[in-house]
């Protein structure tokens, strides 16, 4: 195992610079652990021993800027290099923990403070050398996460949620002790930062983000978290659509799928969309299920949902611009395939894209369809691969109606119609008419527009009369 990196000279000679004034620096941490499992890494910490804190910042000074922003936390960077020169320090419990920086505690003693055996391993860049006092190589290659030591564990709340995403991340399975111990854990005084920061991991970077999610429902937490979802356990749904059983395991499926088709977003701001949206589409099945007939229904479910998944999201994050595209999908995910089952009018298509912009596009309504539909696996949990026929027909529907990222812009504005209409709630209520016109005709010129409008604008004339 060697450490490859891009600015792995200039450490080398900032490491060497460490040595000979009697320091000792090693790679601590998720770096370590991802040179193991042959990913890429980006985390650099490199935890340095044997030196007080103003000698590690006087040997850094020969490099450049020192950046002392987490000095308080033994912390210190140089800028223009991504790299975290950390002390090994120890964290007293509480809320806001007092932070005791001690150079010279044992290696062992301060791998043993790290969250997971697989987070607890030192890599010598120098010597090639990596020191796993806990075992994490043996519980990576096993798919085992465990704890170091689980007083310390409990210390900080957050390390539950970091649990939740590196299941889902590395399709890793707790031990019992680990699934004892975030079972009981007190979590209610995390902030809403922290915690939105782990749902993304989860949901950005698993393969199956659903394991993170069932993992809560295991341990028994996912009601005191996601209380919305939690709710759906056991809401049945009609076999014939969902062979594959209640709301939740078909919301599970559902974001599985939604994280294999979010790969080909180029931000994360839309993978994220597409991701809530998925775990939350069905949520208003709880509140309007019923049985017609022997046949079980959930009519309006998804204009429940809308309310639904804003008061889930709202626990999550506070970026109203996301929670709002995500009430936007879960509000209309039913439409796509509905519009093609009832042979829609293209005027319908460039209606439904005005209502969802500008918060999101027909092509991502299109993807949680296609999410939804591939989340019914009757005979397993991984979500559907299939290609479907109606997903085909709604993307040439809107490429025809040309909505396929962004409404028809309207062809008449105010100054258009002033002669007939004076600015102010009628000229509003003419110029939506118009568009309304626009949209279910199709018509792409102005001066055919206004022609088509010439009985309503006349009747404006005949009223100031």
């Not at 079972?183 to 920061?197: F, L, P, T, W």
């Not at 395991?249 to 993978?271: C, G, L």
């Not at 611009?321 to 093609?340: N, T």
Request: include cysteine.
């Amino acid at each position: 195992m060697k450490f490859v990196h891009k600015d792995l000279s200039q450490i080398m000679t900032i490491i060497k610079a460490i040595a000979q004034h009697k320091g000792r620096a090693l790679l601590v941490g998720g770096a370590v652990r991802d040179m193991v499992l042959g990913l890429p890494v980006k985390d650099i910490d490199i935890e340095v021993y044997g030196l007080i804190e103003a000698e590690l910042e006087k040997v850094l000074r020969q490099f450049g800027v020192v950046n002392c922003v987490g000095k308080s936390f033994g912390v210190l960077r140089l800028s223009g290099l991504d790299v975290d020169w950390s002390l090994p320090r120890t964290d007293q419990e509480g809320r806001k923990p007092h932070v005791m920086i001690d150079p010279f505690m044992p290696i062992e003693k301060a791998l043993r403070r790290r969250d997971l055996t697989m987070n607890a391993m030192a890599y010598d860049i120098t010597t090639q050398d990596l020191i796993d006092p806990f075992g994490g190589i043996d519980d990576i290659q096993n798919k085992i996460l465990r704890t170091p030591d689980p007083a310390f564990f409990v210390q900080d709340p957050l390390r539950f949620f970091r649990v939740m995403q590196f299941i889902g991340r590395f399709e890793m399975v707790p031990d019992k002790q680990l699934d004892a111990l975030c079972s009981k854990m007190d979590i209610a005084y995390i902030s809403r930062e922290r915690i939105e920061q782990e749902f993304h991991k989860l949901l950005l970077f698993s393969k199956k983000p659903s394991l993170g999610i069932r993992w809560l429902k295991d341990i028994g937490r996912l009601h005191d978290i996601l209380p919305e979802l939690a709710d759906t356990i056991g809401v049945v749904q009609e076999h014939r659509w969902h062979p594959e059983g209640d709301v939740f395991e078909h919301s599970m499926q559902a974001v599985d799928a939604a994280a294999i088709i979010a790969k080909k977003y180029t931000n994360d701001f839309n993978r994220l969309v597409l991701l809530y949206a998925a775990l939350s589409h069905d949520l208003g099945k709880v509140s309007t299920t019923i049985v017609v007939n022997r046949v079980i229904k959930s009519y309006g479910h998804e204009v429940d949902g809308q309310k639904l998944a804003r008061a889930m999201l709202k626990r999550i994050t506070h970026n109203g611009d996301l929670i709002a595209a995500v009430e936007r999908m879960v509000r209309y995910h039913m439409d796509p395939f509905l519009f093609i089952a009832n042979n829609a009018s293209l005027g319908a298509y460039r209606r439904l894209a005005r209502k969802i912009a500008p918060h999101i596009t027909m092509l991502q309504l299109l993807d949680l369809s296609i999410a939804d539909k591939r989340g019914r696996n009757g005979h397993g949990h991984e979500p559907l691969t299939i290609d479907l026929e109606s997903a085909a027909i709604f993307l040439e529907k809107i490429t025809a109606a040309q909505v396929q990222t962004a409404p028809i812009k309207p062809l008449l504005h105010g100054e258009d119609i002033m002669q007939w209409v004076t600015p102010g709630p009628e000229m509003g209520m003419v110029l939506k008419k118009a568009y309304d016109i626009q949209l279910s005709q199709g018509v792409v010129d102005k001066s055919e527009l206004l022609e088509r409008m010439k009985p309503i604008l006349n009747d404006f004339i005949k009223h100031k009369n």
